[in-house]
């Protein structure tokens, strides 16, 4: 009975914690969402209980128990030490609201049943935001059959041979498939940019046929992520690119794991889907070695 006025100074109540848990919830989303807080109770839990939870958003699983009013005696409810009861009303007083009386779990008296779902539904988000690595990734000569080759450059070596163990371009397609997708300006110019300097036929011609499924929206990074401190992997592209991603409320698809590192030490942790990078190598086949 602690949640109706009961307990000791100091006890904790299992709405306290329950209040608690969802203020954590509403200060870490998950992909944009406020995690579901679920009490699970083992040794059965009291229907007002149980109401309670549920009335503040919460869901309850486990035995429902009934209960039976107690009669207590005024010695009985003044009971304890009155400093403590003073120090412990005001923590008190919004719990005792809740219930016209004391009661008494019956545990023997299960009233129904709240099994776990077999698998819990969870919203998803249905928004994807390509950064520039992504971009390229999707596009790579390595992402498309072409990664049997020793190159001269030892980081494209490493990633053809990566490419041998597990393709690249499954992953994405499957985290893509039914979603939206958007890149912003930003992120579309540099690739661009990237691509005509770099990139062979192939890679342009893939280029030209992802861009097309694309929204192409303006550079509008979220207030928050403009509060993040520039630094060397901080930069204004990433800035840009996922800060718009988080302005629409979309994952972003990225390699740049240095940059969602730096941004969560500075507090600021974003809805990304981290992948390996590819880069563009058909314009340096010519010199590389196949095997």
Same mark, same amino acid.
């Given at each position: 009975?602690?949640?109706?006025? !009961? ?16 203020? *954590? ?14 009490? *699970? ?15 503040? #958003? ?15 005696? /005024?010695?009985?409810? *003044?009971? #304890?030490?009155?400093?403590? +009861? ?10 005792? /609201? +809740?219930?016209?009386? &004391? ?8 009233? =129904? ?28 000569? &390595? ?41 912003? !300006? ?20 893939? +280029? ?7 929204? &192409? ?21 990433? &800035?840009?690119?996922? #800060? ?17 590192? =730096? ?15 590819? *880069? ?12």
């Amino acid at each position: 009975n602690i949640w109706q006025g !009961r307990g000791q100074y100091g006890d904790k109540s299992i709405i306290r914690q329950a209040e608690e848990f969802l203020q *954590a919830s509403r200060q870490q989303p998950v992909q944009y969402q406020n995690p579901h807080i679920i009490f *699970a109770f083992y040794n059965g839990v009291s229907c007002p209980m149980a109401d309670h939870l549920r009335d503040m #958003g919460l869901s309850v699983r486990g035995d429902i128990v009934a209960v039976s009013s107690v009669e207590t005696s /005024e010695q009985e409810m *003044a009971g #304890g030490d009155e400093d403590d +009861a003073e120090a412990n009303k005001e923590a008190e007083e919004k719990d005792e /609201e +809740a219930t016209a009386g &004391l009661t008494l779990v019956e545990r023997g008296t299960v009233v =129904a049943h709240l099994a776990f779902p077999s698998q819990l539904q969870v919203e998803k988000c249905n928004r994807v935001n390509l950064d520039i690595t992504t971009l390229i990734t999707y596009v790579s000569s &390595l992402s498309h059959g072409r990664c049997h080759f020793t190159f001269r450059e030892p980081v494209l070596t490493e990633q053809a041979a990566q490419e041998r163990r597990q393709q690249i371009l499954p992953q994405l397609d499957a985290f893509m498939e039914g979603k939206q997708l958007f890149a912003c !300006r930003a992120a579309v110019h540099d690739f661009q940019v990237i691509l005509e300097t770099l990139g062979g036929p192939g890679e342009k011609e893939r +280029a030209q046929k992802l861009l097309a499924r694309l929204h &192409l929206v303006d550079d509008q990074p979220s207030e928050r992520t403009l509060r993040l401190t520039p630094s060397a992997k901080v930069n204004r592209r990433s &800035l840009m690119i996922f #800060g718009s991603g988080d302005s629409l409320r979309a994952i972003t698809m990225t390699a740049n794991n240095r940059f969602v590192r =730096a941004a969560a030490n500075q507090g600021v942790r974003f809805s990304v889907f981290i992948h390996q990078p590819r *880069a563009l190598t058909e314009g340096k086949e010519w010199r590389a070695t196949p095997i």
